[in-house]
């Protein structure tokens, strides 16, 4: 069973820096594609970015709202993906999930952490 | 990027009544290469992650029961749920992955009437 944990969620302040850690179990990690999705209370979902595998290329792509601020990357020896987040603002809070959103090929098997809530407040 | 609109933003439902849900894409995202429509439906309640329902547009995820259903092709997409049961309360999303970036439907919050 695939297993993904996130944690780093904290409350910090505007302008402040935060690394959230995903942690992936009962998958081969090393070829997975693995995203960041995010959900400020009481919204919808966003998505934030993705990290392909480094055999696929290793190409990191973000989303319009966290690009330039927001960094992507992964320890494939210790199966995890991280998300470093600077400058954050008041709009950032939320719950930040990671995910293997499927792929075009994939017959579903999609996973989901239970995601970490990061707290931007003054 | 690719909008997703979903309709409506909430709707409620008898329990054992049909409950519909629309997605429009504001491009296509199916690909004639493949013949596949590449946009997923999920079902979220509070406190939980989003749990995959749909993906191909049409095809059930392993272990969701029959009664949750979707259809449509190149932009204009629904999922339906044939005979509302108690635990179907929920939120919907629809997702497309034709593309990055990936994009979401705002939800539309299902309960009962």
């Not at chain 1, 990290?51 to 989303?63: E, L, R, T």
């Not at chain 1, 809070?93 to 952490?113: D, K």
């Not at chain 2, 309709?7 to 995202?29: F, M, W």
């Not at chain 2, 993906?55 to 979707?70: I, K, L, M, N, Q």
Request: glycine share 12%.
């Amino acid at each position: 069973e695939v297993q993904l944990v996130e944690s780093g969620g904290d409350l910090v302040k505007p302008g402040e820096s935060l690394r959230l850690s995903c942690a992936a179990s009962g998958l081969n990690f090393v070829y997975a594609w693995v995203h960041w999705v995010r959900q400020a209370p009481g919204k919808g979902l966003e998505w934030i970015g993705r990290s392909k595998s480094k055999s696929d290329g290793g190409a990191i792509d973000y989303g319009a709202p966290v690009k330039g601020r927001f960094t992507i990357s992964r320890d494939d020896s210790r199966n995890t993906l991280y998300l470093q987040m600077n400058s954050l603002k008041t709009e950032d809070t939320g719950v930040y999930f990671c995910t293997t959103l499927l792929r075009w090929e994939h017959p579903g098997g999609e996973s989901w952490g239970q995601g970490t809530l990061v707290t931007v407040s003054p | 990027d690719i909008v997703m609109t979903q309709s409506p933003d909430s709707l409620a439902v008898s329990l054992g009544e049909r409950a519909t849900i629309n997605c429009k894409s504001s491009q296509s995202v199916f690909h004639s290469r493949t013949n596949k429509n590449y946009l997923t439906w999920y079902q979220q309640k509070p406190g939980q992650p989003p749990k995959l329902l749909i993906y191909w547009a049409s095809t059930r995820e392993s272990g969701v029961p029959d009664r949750f259903s979707g259809s449509g092709s190149g932009t204009d997409f629904t999922l339906t749920i044939s005979g509302l049961q108690a635990e179907d309360v929920a939120v919907y999303f629809c997702q497309q992955y034709l593309s990055d970036p990936r994009t979401f439907g705002q939800g539309t919050k299902v309960g009962i009437k």
